[in-house]
């Protein structure tokens, strides 16, 4: 969430970036005037507490039997703070529902618009695909139709084991999902970061301040566990973020960056008419996260560093894809800014999403109190990021699309350690 000092002092800036964010029924006003009142109405309990305190005390030093008036004054008191109290938790819990709805401030450089207005700021490899699937770039088999003549994938018997959208991967493309994976994480060790397995449930208080949404939203997308306070991740990102919550980290030891491996659950709730055939978007799907937690001024350069890496996964593999800076209408709560790659699809002509990197700058960490200790003893609340090493679900799309050749798949030279020296399955 944003620091509600920021807010009082840019209330018109706040205002515009929740509109261009596309929020607009948050009402910046009234969160003000909350806190207004909050903040009255705390002076005036504690006034009354400091009154109380003072009949407390010239009772236990008085000698004599405190005097009625005395006693009536002390419990008029009592009632007087509980009833204040009971307003005071009331208003601060409407003023901490909307203080929470305000999505985080745009960085500079994001694109005004609604989804689709995104700004294309690099492509790469689109050679590669004219040469397998000459200058149109279209005429690979849909990837469900390859795996299903290959014997790779069970979507039916998935469906008999847990509903739709679930599925069992089989032989080589299971053996192919696992060479992806080992290869991103050596890459990401040599890069720094620390490697990490994670919790596949969060209590509410992590999920709801990573962002993602409350159990009582309709248009959650995550699954909850029934009377218990937990949910199972979309994403490591959600566990990721709670490592560090409520404490203060040394400024000396940031920026930190670690790598989470996980599986995936989503509802994929709101995702009518989308692309949802196959493996594109389903139930669950294993993902290696990158994440970063860092001082405020280096967020931005963590930013392109993460993004730099996810370029330098999908350029070895050999899958041609596109940077978007993604528009202000199509950002999530959290990000300040973020970039998507997206691979080409010579089976559709257009490119598809296949990870993304987020700057969340202060906006999880308030919300879960990770605050930096500065060299001069200052503490202030640190930024966060995270970003997609490989999304394995969808990279397998794009490899089955990506690398045909008659009916096998070859295998690029980065993957062939990890299986078993193949150059085809």
């Known amino acids: 969430m944003l620091d509600i000092k920021f807010i009082r002092e840019n209330t018109e800036r706040v205002k515009q970036n929740t509109l261009d964010k596309g929020y607009k029924n948050v009402d910046i006003d009234r969160v003000i ?73 745009l960085q500079d450089d994001v694109p005004i618009g609604e989804e689709g207005e995104d700004e294309v700021v690099k492509e790469w490899g689109k050679d590669i695909t004219e040469k397998r699937f000459g200058s149109s770039m279209i005429g690979a088999e849909d990837h469900l139709d390859f795996a299903n003549r290959k014997d790779w994938v069970d979507f039916e018997r998935g469906t008999k084991v847990a509903g739709t959208k679930f599925y069992f991967l089989k032989g080589e493309l299971a053996l192919l999902e696992n060479a992806i994976y080992q290869f991103a994480l050596n890459k990401l060790l040599a890069k720094g970061f620390k490697f990490m397995t994670v919790p596949h449930m969060v209590n509410g208080n992590v999920a709801t301040g990573t962002g993602f949404a409350p159990r009582a939203s309709e248009q959650s997308d995550e699954y909850f566990i029934e009377n218990q306070d937990l949910s199972l991740i979309a994403t490591a990102e959600m566990s990721l973020t709670g490592y560090h919550a409520d404490e203060i980290l040394n400024e000396d030891d940031l920026p930190l960056f670690y790598a989470g491996y996980s599986p995936c659950y989503r509802k994929e709730a709101g995702t009518y008419g989308k692309h949802t055939r196959g493996l594109f978007r389903v139930h669950q799907f294993n993902k290696l996260e990158m994440y970063a937690f860092t001082l405020p001024e280096q967020s931005k350069d963590a930013h392109e560093r993460i993004l730099a890496v996810e370029e330098e996964i999908y350029q070895e593999l050999g899958i041609p894809y596109r940077i978007i800076n993604i528009a202000s209408g199509d950002l999530g709560a959290p990000a300040s800014k973020k970039y998507d790659i997206e691979y080409w699809s010579p089976v559709d002509g257009k490119y598809r999403e296949i990870t993304s990197c987020s700057n969340c700058t202060d906006y999880q960490a308030r919300n879960l109190n990770i605050r930096v200790r500065r060299k001069n003893g200052d503490i202030e609340v640190l930024h966060t990021l995270n970003g997609t090493a490989v999304s394995l679900a969808r990279c397998l799309v794009a490899f089955i699309e990506n690398f045909q050749d008659g009916d096998d798949l070859l295998v690029p030279e980065v993957l062939k350690p990890y299986m078993g020296g193949k150059t085809r399955i």
């Not at 005097?67 to 009331?90: N, Q, T, V």
């Open 33 to 105: 005037e909350l806190d207004q009142e909050r903040k009255a109405l705390g002076q005036e309990i504690d006034s009354l507490r400091s009154r109380r305190n003072e009949i407390a005390n010239s009772m236990k030093i008085a000698k004599s039997k405190p005097s009625s008036e005395l006693i009536a004054e002390g419990k008029e008191l009592k009632e007087k703070i509980s009833a204040l109290e009971d307003k005071y938790r009331h208003i601060d819990q409407d003023f901490m529902t909307i203080l929470k709805s305000i999505p985080n401030i």
